[in-house]
């Protein structure tokens, strides 16, 4: 029991930093019909953002995990300006296609620019875990499990409660009488592009620290936010939340009574079930977007 | 000429090996020949169904560890295990096909990867099988009774086998029924099954053939490197495969082999002057460019226009109608509908729509927009599920029955919005028409048996036919998105056509005609009645419905608010107030 219920905080925090990444890939899948596969790079960007910041810059640790998102931020909007915005009446596959280009080549880059030796990320938080009752939990975890939360709710504040989130709204419900009503479409596309990368620079850099910071670190993200987003159902935030904070925990259990060496299967399997059986997400009764 | 070049190429392949002395040169030519067998499987898929697999690299490694497991502990004979190799990957393309292929575009995407994604981690996790990340070596060598295929020249020729095999097999496929068929889900699938083709079997077979390529090459691998590791699942060589495609050009025959032997000649040939890593880094950035500049690859780009002879006058268009169109009295069914119910969220668009099309007769279903006219027959034809109700032809009920299965029964819908194979010619958007009019099944069509030759010369003299009867003789061989509109519309009435309907049902055919075409489209949907042909139609233009119609019914909000000739409709108070009201004052 006492081992269960560690695996459901371990699970938790991981569920937390996936539903960020979910968050970002639904809304740029669902708003703006991309097959996203550069997502996870976007992560491996966050995290070699911190690490730059704080190993080799001296940076605090907190202004690095911030500046990170904000070089999240800026990548996203660069990629959507230039590869994205003159493909915009392309097909999904035409899209998909770039995408795939993107992520080989930044991925690569990285490799280049970083070598191929994993980084530890430094942090100020003492390594002896918390202990509540049976569970311990490093305070590491703690910063992480609670940033992701407090962005998740950022997110859902921005989609509800600004006038840019109402025009993403609109634009995902019907994206021609969006454009009709005066949304500017190709600035909905940079933002909600520039989001979604935030978001997922936010999780690398969240997660960095706790594990470490190699060049295809990426591709798990990729396939864990596709399995976050399978199973909320596209463009419904709620479900990418829950949906992450369950492979979270999915995984740790698996992981801790199946086969460690399954633990990434968990994703894969979820993706196959859910799609051949609940195409439309396990949440798709919520409401869409937010 | 192109005897000329094709016999000069076959004479350079031939001896090939002798002009290359090198052994790792050998070796190059070696992995571009089991790389064209791989890109060539991809292209079925990704180039003719335009379903794109990132786990192909999947289906490889099931063929690499199929030959390596049987060679080394059942230790079958090379001739043994090359096929196991192929038939294993293709069940697995049967499994992966079925389940996969309910989810199109992105989720197939999806599922595929997650597929390489879970066999990779069997092959790292299942240590009692695969031996884990060590993998398995002493991978015996090719050997057949009576030849060594030891050395790397005899190799080269057994790889040159295979991928003249697999371009063979492409070859036949892709130039049969079965191959336009895929071509006809990847352009329009919506149309592809209304006149009969059935998108899970057919996908199916593409996914089926395109795993097994995939596992001979896998297979041809393992005996070529003689070590089999997880690393044959890698997601680098599922890529490699993409660009290759991409690059060649997808959907053509001469694109893969193109792209095979230049992506692993170039990274080869730059091997000294980069590291891998940039040699990957230049692959993504190639890749964006490549959609960015050359979107439909090399092999289309190089392609010369032949100079065609000088188009023809232009027949009278609507000319004569094919006699194969004329159904015998005794197949004559009545289409009856009994209180079908279709509703959207909240909303019923049918409740309760009961009406009858009695056979031979020309009957229109009229009514404001909104009315229900298309839903009605999204429902009859299968398109759309009815929350209620019943739909039987004859005796036969319909409801619940899928498109291809209701076209299978000699009923052919057209669309409201005009609906075409966009990159097929005319030629070939008939010859779709004419699916179930053919029966070719895989297997004849690989051994391109007399029967399927004989089958393609009649198909191929009835789209003759057809294309002449409807006035499109002259425009063949040109692509159906570059017609006019007007013509379009006629490609699509040409399709429909060609399934040789026994009820056919026209949505606004007349829409966008002028005067004078109209004229020409009730003179043709006449003679197709007087042929034995029930027509149903949807139609706005009430000059032309009142013309033709024998029987016309009125919805209004779902429901049925009038029904007899023109003449009692016209004078009907519901319907003027409903409807013609508001079109008679116009």
């Not at chain 2, 668009?349 to 009695?358: K, W, Y």
């Amino acid at each position: 029991m006492d081992a269960f219920l560690q695996h459901l905080v371990n699970g938790l925090v991981l569920g937390g930093t996936y539903a960020l990444l979910g968050i970002g890939l639904t809304l740029i899948f669902g708003l703006m019909n991309l097959v996203n596969f550069a997502h996870g790079e976007l992560y491996t960007l966050g995290a070699y953002a911190t690490f730059a910041a704080v190993a080799l810059g001296g940076w605090n640790f907190f202004v690095a995990v911030a500046a990170a998102i904000v070089v999240g931020a800026v990548a996203g909007a660069l990629c959507e300006r230039v590869l994205l915005a003159p493909l915009r009446d392309e097909s999904i596959d035409t899209t998909m296609l770039v995408m795939i280009g993107l992520w080989i080549a930044l991925q690569n880059a990285e490799l280049l620019g970083w070598g191929g030796v994993a980084k530890s990320i430094p942090h100020p938080f003492p390594t002896a875990p918390l202990t509540l009752g049976p569970v311990g939990i490093a305070p590491l975890r703690v910063f992480v499990v609670l940033t992701a939360l407090a962005l998740i709710g950022l997110s859902w504040l921005l989609i509800q409660k600004t006038r840019l989130g109402t025009a993403m709204r609109a634009t995902f419900q019907d994206r021609e009488t969006a454009a009709l009503m005066g949304v500017k479409i190709g600035r909905i596309h940079t933002a909600t592009f520039a989001f979604g990368s935030a978001l997922a620079a936010a999780a690398g850099a969240l997660l960095g620290p706790i594990f470490l910071a190699y060049p295809s670190m990426g591709d798990l993200a990729s396939l864990k936010a596709f399995s976050v987003v399978i199973l909320g159902g596209l463009g419904n935030l709620a479900g990418a939340t829950l949906g992450g904070v369950l492979l979270g925990i999915a995984e740790e259990l698996g992981a801790g009574y199946v086969s460690s060496g399954y633990r990434d299967a968990v994703g894969f399997v979820i993706i196959i079930l859910v799609l051949l059986f609940r195409p439309s997400g396990l949440f798709a009764r919520s409401q869409r977007i937010g | 000429m192109r005897a000329l070049a094709a016999s000069l190429g076959a004479l350079a392949l031939l001896t090939l090996p002798f002009w290359l002395a090198n052994p790792y040169h050998q070796h190059v030519v070696i992995m571009a020949g089991i790389f064209t067998i791989l890109a060539l499987s991809l292209n079925l898929l990704l180039g003719y169904t335009g379903q794109l697999s990132l786990g192909h690299a999947g289906f490889f490694g099931i063929g690499a560890y199929t030959a390596a497991l049987l060679a080394l502990s059942w230790e079958w004979p090379f001739w043994l295990t090359l096929p196991s190799a192929a038939l294993t990957a293709g069940l697995a393309g049967l499994g992966i096909g079925r389940l996969a292929l309910k989810v199109r575009g992105a989720y197939f995407v999806l599922v595929t990867i997650s597929f390489a994604g879970v066999i990779s981690l069997v092959s790292i996790n299942w240590m009692e099988l695969t031996n884990g990340p060590l993998g398995l070596p002493g991978v015996p060598p090719a050997e057949l009774p009576w030849l060594s295929l030891r050395t790397k020249r005899a190799y080269y020729y057994l790889v040159l086998l295979g991928a003249a095999l697999t371009y063979l097999v492409c070859q036949r496929v892709v130039r049969s029924r079965l191959g336009r068929a895929f071509l006809a889900l990847r352009e329009n699938e919506a149309l592809a099954e209304s006149v009969g083709v059935d998108p899970t079997r057919t996908l199916v077979a593409a996914a089926v053939l395109s795993a097994a390529m995939a596992g001979l090459a896998g297979g041809l691998y393992a005996h070529y490197t003689r070590f089999v590791s997880p690393e044959v699942f890698l997601f680098s060589y599922t890529v490699t495969m993409v660009i290759m495609v991409v690059a060649g050009g997808k959907g053509t025959l001469a694109g893969p082999v193109v792209g095979a032997v230049l992506f692993t000649a170039l990274p080869e040939a730059l091997r000294e002057a980069m590291a891998w890593q940039w040699q990957m880094l230049a692959y993504g950035v190639l890749l964006v460019l490549l959609v960015f500049f050359l979107p439909r690859g090399i092999v289309p780009a190089l392609r010369i226009h032949r100079v065609r002879a000088p188009a023809l006058p232009a027949p009278s268009f609507l000319g004569e109608v094919s006699e194969g169109a004329s159904t015998a009295p005794s197949e004559r069914k009545m289409l009856t509908i009994t209180d079908l119910s279709v509703a959207f969220g909240g909303v019923a668009a049918l409740a309760g729509v009961s009406f009858a099309v009695r056979p031979g007769t020309i009957t229109s279903l009229i009514g404001p927009n909104g009315a229900g006219k298309t839903t009605a027959f999204n429902a009859i034809t299968g398109y759309l599920r009815p929350r209620r109700g019943r739909v039987s032809w004859g005796d036969v009920a319909l409801t619940g029955r899928r498109p291809c299965e209701v076209a299978r029964r000699g009923i052919v819908r057209t669309f409201q919005k005009t609906s075409v194979f966009p990159a097929l010619t005319v030629r070939d958007n008939v010859l779709v028409g004419l699916h179930l009019r053919g029966r070719a099944g895989v297997l004849p069509i690989l051994l391109a048996r007399r029967a399927v030759r004989e089958e393609e010369a009649r198909l191929a003299a009835e789209a003759e036919s057809i294309m002449a009867g409807v006035g499109l003789g002259h425009r063949r061989h040109e692509t159906a998105s570059a017609l006019p509109y007007g013509e379009q519309r006629l490609v699509e009435l040409a399709v429909a056509l060609a399934a040789q309907p026994r009820l056919l049902l026209l949505d606004e055919p007349g829409a966008g005609m002028t005067g004078g075409e109209k004229e020409r489209l009730i003179e043709l949907i006449r003679r197709l009645r007087d042929g034995g042909m029930t027509v149903l139609l949807v139609e706005h233009d009430m000059r032309l419905v009142m013309g033709i119609s024998d029987t016309v019914i009125v919805l209004n909000h779902g429901r049925v608010i009038a029904e007899g000739p023109p003449a009692a409709i016209q004078a009907h108070p519901d319907v003027i107030r409903a409807y013609l009201g508001a079109a008679a004052r116009a």
